[in-house]
């Protein structure tokens, strides 16, 4: 089989590790317990940030039911890998780690290892030869029964999706360290069906959650001293809240940004993932009234091909991306913009490949994730257009199509020199600990000498130099902005 490549940019958001944290005095699961004396529970988590969030609603229900977390898996009874099946070689890094997994089972009498997420779902039972527990995303309330119930000849499954499990009573229990961001599900599922897209199978049909849960989970992180909220949900545009007794108190996407927005202008909110298909003007308007909306869009572009798009069933064509950009544009004329491109789809000529080129110069977006296609069985690709684009000429296009960007990261990064930023601290800066970083409202990396800030403290920059990642910055009184 064909391994797929996959390339992160340096300035994209990396995954933040498990580890235990502080003991949590409040009602609510905010962060990790620590207890000697109760079993431990190890999570490692692969993929979108959707998964990060689903890691923390895991760790929630099994903290209830009177497990703690611990980041080293020597002392843990339970090894829980959250996965992803976007791609192959997602998986098959699942399939290798799985096997470090059994490893323990040899050390240790009596350790339950799970496979839960999106290659659970997609495999089921060929998982549940090297597992004792398979888990689908819509089944993590039935994690303390299943653990309970595995037996050496007894594994557990329960792959069942769900038309309405959204978790919105569930508090997670956050698992990054510096207390200043956090994700928040949105929504669950797509209804898209994208013809190349595996997530629609292994995570069901697209539902939102009640708004008033958001606005609650979202108050309660501020309070709790966190700066920022991303919203997350698979196509964040198609969110709606449908009330049951009154249409006139139905939620859109603007309506609920709005509604977190207003909590207070010290929070920040970030949103993802945008479909170019869905995004509404009614967004961009709302985005643009409230400053504490970060001025950021990721809006995969997938091929610049229209020929292409209509076969990826992305439902938009060339000239209704250039054209939204030019809309959010228009109105938030410093708005970040970030995209997903795919190399190598079926029948990909060089000519389309050529137009993905040339949107990409057209766009200048800030940064990118590029992906060389990769097949997923029981997708409407993987039974109607051949994968048949070499390993060859993917990489060849994949590598084009990164050179290009770093191109544009920094051009589009040049454009920031002379321009103030105001900057979330996110901590020291991990190439020079005598800095501080954080990221600027466009979601740009900032790095700046410190004058004693703390994560979560907000400071005013002026960009004085760049590399194609980050944005050099010098420091500047608050009083002389107009932001
Ligand atoms: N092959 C390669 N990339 C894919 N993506 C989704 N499915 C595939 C696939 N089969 C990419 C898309 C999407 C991102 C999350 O992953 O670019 O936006
Ligand atoms: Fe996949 Fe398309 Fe849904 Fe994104 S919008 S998750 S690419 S089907």
Known sequence: MQSDLEILPQSQERMRGNEILEFNMTMRNIRPIQDPDKPKVYIETYGCQMNVNDSEVILSILQDAGYVLTEDMDEASIILANTCSIRDNAEQRIWGRIDQFRLQKRKRDG????????????????????????????????????????????????????????????????????????????????????????????????????????????????????????????????????????MDRNVNFAQLLEMVAQISPELRVRFSTSHPKDISDEVIYTMAMYENICKHIHLPVQSGSSTMLEKMRRKYNREWYLERVAKIRSVIPDCGLTTDVIAGFSGETEQDHKDTLSLMEKVVFDSAFMFAYSERPGTLASKKYPDDITYELKTERLNEIIALQGRMSLRSNEKEIGKIHKVLVEGPSKKNPEQLCGRASNNKMCVFPSLGEKAGDYCFVEVESVTSATLICKRVDEDITEL
């Open 111 to 246: 350790v339950v290892i799970g496979i839960v997420g999106c290659m659970a779902e997609r495999l089921k039972d060929k998982l549940l030869e090297k597992v004792d527990l398979v888990a689908g995303p819509d089944s993590y309330r039935t994690l303390p029964e299943m653990i309970e119930a595995v037996r050496p000849d007894s594994p557990q499954i329960n792959v069942l999706l769900s038309h309405e499990e959204t978790y919105a009573d569930i508090a997670p229990v956050r698992l990054d360290r510096n207390g200043v961001s956090a994700f928040i599900s949105i929504m669950r599922g797509c209804n898209n069906v994208c013809s190349y897209c595996v997530v629609p199978y292994t995570r069901g049909a697209e539902r939102s959650r009640d708004p008033q849960t958001i606005v609650a989970e979202a108050q309660e992180l501020f309070d709790n001293g966190y700066k920022e909220v991303t919203l997350l949900g698979q196509n964040v545009d198609s969110y709606m809240w449908e009330d049951e007794d009154d």
